[in-house]
């Protein structure tokens, strides 16, 4: 019912900036929380940064200070802009969508976006 869409991953040299961006489409009533997650080789899932619907923004500290997550309301898209780039932050990038339903919140992932940092 829903579908995530991300863009904006590409290869960069360390302390450069990327911006990604996640559109959400289809039979869409509210979204609670969008935010996005990363996944290197070898390491498991993990939370960057979360918006919620009432403004909240939750970022996790290995790129506090470094990363910021927006969001338009009005195209149901949110953003995750990221300077100070370092191999470190080299992942896939997946977009995430909470929104409610009959059973309660339900999940939507993107299919992700390749993030490269390296000289």
């Known amino acids: 019912q829903v579908q995530l869409v991300e863009s904006g991953g590409g290869l960069v040299q360390p302390g450069g900036s990327l911006r990604l961006s996640c559109v959400a489409s289809?039979?869409?009533?509210?979204?609670?929380?969008m935010g996005w997650y990363r996944e290197a080789p070898g390491y498991q899932r993990d939370l960057v940064a979360l918006?919620?619907?009432?403004?909240?923004?939750d970022l996790a500290d290995s790129v506090k200070g470094r990363f910021t997550i927006s969001r338009d309301d009005a195209r149901n898209t949110v953003f995750l802009q990221m300077y100070s780039l370092k191999p470190e932050d080299t992942a896939v990038y997946y977009c995430?969508?909470?929104?409610?339903?009959?059973?309660?919140?339900?999940?939507?992932w993107g299919q992700g976006t390749q993030v490269t940092v390296s000289s």
């Open positions: 918006i919620t619907n009432d403004g909240r923004i």
């Open positions: 995430n969508a909470k929104v409610p339903t009959n059973w309660g919140p339900a999940n939507y």
């Open positions: 289809g039979r869409i009533f509210t979204i609670n929380q």
